[in-house]
């Protein structure tokens, strides 16, 4: 017997903008536990921070996952639901804050699209790696992409996380 492969997501992604928040909001609510809820304000900072890691993806207008993204170091976790004014100036890594897929589309590899692209924009900014913290018991998914997790640490108030990262010079 074959095993089935997972589609290929027919999306179109592009960069977020204020207009989308309210959608990201709904996405986010499909996807997470209200400890892991940011406020609207907190993804507007995000966007204002670094446009071009706020990524969506679209199927026709309709948000069915999302990224947001920005140059960070390796060693600092960002935190939840903050408003941070000033990205580090010496940053090691792109920081993968969030990315969030709707249930109905997680086979569609909506959430690899969203990967390849920071990928491409960390390679772009010459920053050697990826980073973020794995939550809701998503490590698994984060090692099949070929990140490395390491220790848990308390991400949100009853929430705890995995570190990970992926070294994009190996």
């Known amino acids: 017997m074959t095993k089935k492969r997972p589609s290929i997501a027919r999306v179109d992604t592009r960069q977020l903008d ?4 309210d959608a990201v909001l709904d996405v986010q609510r499909d996807c997470y536990r209200p400890g892991l809820v940011e406020s609207r304000g907190s993804f507007a900072r995000k966007l204002a921070l670094f ?3 706020c990524l969506g993806s679209f199927d026709g207008r309709e948000l069915v996952g999302y ?4 140059p960070w170091r390796v060693g600092d976790i960002f935190p939840i639901d903050t408003c941070v004014e000033n990205l580090p100036p010496d940053p090691d890594c792109l920081y993968i804050h969030d990315i969030a897929v709707v249930p109905s589309r997680r086979r569609e590899n909506v959430a690899r699209g969203l990967l390849l692209r920071c990928i491409n924009l960390a390679r772009a900014r010459g920053l050697p790696s ?5 939550v809701q018991g998503s490590e698994h998914v984060w090692r099949r992409f070929g990140f490395v997790t390491s220790q848990r640490v308390a991400y949100a108030p009853g929430e705890d ?3 990970i990262v992926l070294n994009l010079e190996a």
Do not use: M, N, Q
Request: charged letters at 15%; a negative charge; proline letters at 11%.
């Open 130 to 134: 990826l980073a973020g913290v794995a």
């Open 161 to 163: 996380g995995i570190r």
């Open 18 to 21: 204020e207009a989308d928040l």
């Open 67 to 70: 990224c947001f993204s920005f």
């Open 51 to 53: 446009p071009p890691g």
